[in-house]
């Protein structure tokens, strides 16, 4: 406070000192007699005493205390007649305010020595000044904000730029380019920082992509149905496996999205217990048998629903089941037949002993056939050496003809062979009794599974490096599903389509383990009720 006051009453004795001096200017050259004139052309105000003290002239209106009141012990013009300049502030009695007074010392014509006296009111002065002060305070704080809103602004559209070609550069994903940001130390430095970062980032994205697409094509491959689902049973995710039991478009509830009510009650049951379940279903309408299971995964509070089509492995689960049952039943049928003829043989009259021993040949072949199944399985699994020779095909067509003697007379089957072979003589570099097994039970097959008078055509074509050989028939054919699932162990398709009782479902498969382990290839084509035909290659 005290510096600032002092600087109102330097500002004061700066503004006085500048009025008495005018007017010591303007009444230069006064006289006695001529000073009430002189002084009454000036504009300022002030007060000229004398070295007694008295007052000489007022520019403005003074009491009779004033004229009377000795002023030689004013501060001011004390000290104006001894230094020729003096300053005081004091309170006015007259005018009852704080006054400013300024004394100097001055010299008329004649010598004689007054004091011009300046004064001003000190606080109107201080009011004036604090005024002035806060406008300027006010003009430069107001200064300030315009510059900083200026700057602000030009420092935004600056930044705003380089940081907006950042943001560019960022997201246009895998390329990192360097970015213009010209005198900007820091913005570089802080650059450098971010394409680092990004750069990291960006190999861990690609890592993550490539995790994510492995783990999607897995996911797609298995013929598993997979479900992951939320705690209300909206679908988070889905593969495409085993699209038959949902319905066509966008994922949506599981209640919305799964066909059948089987399966929904499987999942129901999970989601209320939130325990895992794991449960066996057949749909009936669309004979299958399902294995459903309902995983809830706690720590996402998702659930996990996988669903499996084990049609198949039940279907041969039971037929493997049944096996042992039918093969005993199968052996037990001849079995029991040769038994009985044989037992009626002895009694019999001559003319029907032949017919007799014609039935018991007939069982004992049925017998022989089974036996021939299991020899060839167990022989497959236990050997799978080839020994490749040369031989004539007249051979192999003679041995699988033997084999065959009884069901061919007894259907009448035609059976017709097309050879295209090198060797003058028809000789074939094969394994002799693997090529037998298999003609015989395909032409076997051709024969059995024909409700006309069987027709097969075996044509072999040799090329380069393996024999290309057709089995078609004219007999019943199969559905086209069935393609696959004939060559599987004990599949048989229907047993109502056929006669042939005494099958084990083993032929194809003996037909596609031995041709696999010839280093060939077995395909069918086939159409019910049009025959079929099964082309198969041999390695040489
Ligand atoms: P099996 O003859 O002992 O039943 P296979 O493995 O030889 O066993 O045949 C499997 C099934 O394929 C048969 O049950 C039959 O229904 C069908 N099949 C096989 N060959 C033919 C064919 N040439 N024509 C029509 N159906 C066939």
């Not at 096996?323 to 038994?339: M, Q, Y």
């Not at 004939?486 to 048989?492: A, G, H, L, T, V």
Request: proline share 1%; with cysteine.
């Amino acid at each position: 406070m005290g510096k600032i006051s002092e600087l109102y009453g330097d500002a004061a004795k700066r503004t006085l000192k500048e009025d008495a001096l005018m007017v010591k200017e303007l009444t230069n050259g006064y006289t006695k007699s001529n000073f009430q004139d002189m002084f009454g052309n000036v504009k300022k105000r002030f007060t000229l005493i004398d070295a007694q003290g008295n007052i000489l002239y007022d520019s403005e209106r003074y009491t009779k205390e004033d004229e009377m009141a000795n002023h030689r012990n004013r501060e001011e013009v004390k000290e104006a007649f001894e230094t020729g300049e003096g300053f005081a502030i004091r309170k006015s009695k007259t005018l009852r305010q704080n006054m400013a007074y300024y004394g100097l010392l001055n010299e008329n014509s004649e010598g004689e020595k007054t004091v011009i006296r300046t004064s001003i009111s000190y606080d109107e002065e201080i009011k004036d000044l604090r005024t002035l002060l806060v406008t300027q305070i006010f003009f430069f704080i107001i200064l300030n904000i315009a510059i900083y809103i200026c700057y602000k602004n030009y420092l935004k559209r600056d930044l705003f730029k380089k940081i907006e070609s950042m943001r560019e550069a960022l997201e246009s994903g895998d390329e990192i380019k360097t970015i213009y940001a010209k005198g900007d130390v820091w913005l570089v430095k802080f650059w450098k920082v971010v394409r680092d970062w990004q750069k990291e980032n960006l190999k861990n994205i690609r890592k993550l992509n490539e995790e994510k697409t492995r783990l999607k094509r897995v996911i797609s491959a298995v013929d598993l149905s997979i479900i992951l689902a939320d705690e209300e049973s909206k679908i988070i995710m889905k593969n495409n496996a085993l699209g038959y039991l949902y319905v066509n478009g966008k994922l949506d509830s599981i209640y919305k999205k799964v066909k059948y009510i089987e399966i929904l009650n499987v999942i129901n049951k999970g989601m209320k217990t939130k325990e895992n379940i794991k449960e066996e279903i057949f749909i009936s309408k669309l004979k299958k048998y399902l294995l459903v299971t309902v995983k809830y995964l706690e720590f996402k509070k998702e659930f996990l629903i996988t669903i499996k089509d084990i049609t198949r492995s039940r279907e041969l689960g039971e037929i493997q089941k049944n096996f042992i049952a039918n093969v005993s039943h199968e052996l037990k049928t001849p079995l029991t037949n040769i038994k009985g003829y044989l037992i009626a043989l002895e009694d019999a009259p001559q003319e029907l002993q032949k017919n007799f021993l014609d039935i018991i040949r007939s069982n004992v072949e049925k017998l022989e056939n089974i036996t021939m199944d299991f020899l060839n399985i167990s022989k497959i699994e236990s050997s799978k050496i080839i020994n490749l020779a040369p031989v004539p095909f007249e051979r192999v067509k003679d041995e699988v003809e033997k084999i065959l003697n009884g069901k061919v007379k007894k259907s009448g089957a035609v059976i017709e062979y097309n050879l295209d072979l090198k060797d003058e003589n028809n000789y074939m570099n094969i394994d002799f009794e693997k090529t037998v097994t298999v003609l015989k039970n395909l032409i076997e097959n051709g024969i059995i599974y024909n409700n006309k008078v069987p027709h097969i055509t075996v044509s072999i074509k040799e090329e380069d490096d393996r024999y290309r050989v057709s089995v078609k028939d004219n007999g019943i054919g199969f559905p086209e599903q069935e393609k696959d699932n004939i060559f599987e162990r004990f599949y048989r398709i229907d047993k109502a389509r056929t006669s042939n009782v005494a099958g084990t479902g083993l032929g194809l498969s003996i037909v596609k383990e031995t041709v696999d382990i010839c280093g060939g290839k077995i395909e069918v084509f086939s159409s019910e009720n049009e025959g079929s035909e099964f082309i198969f290659t041999l390695l040489k």
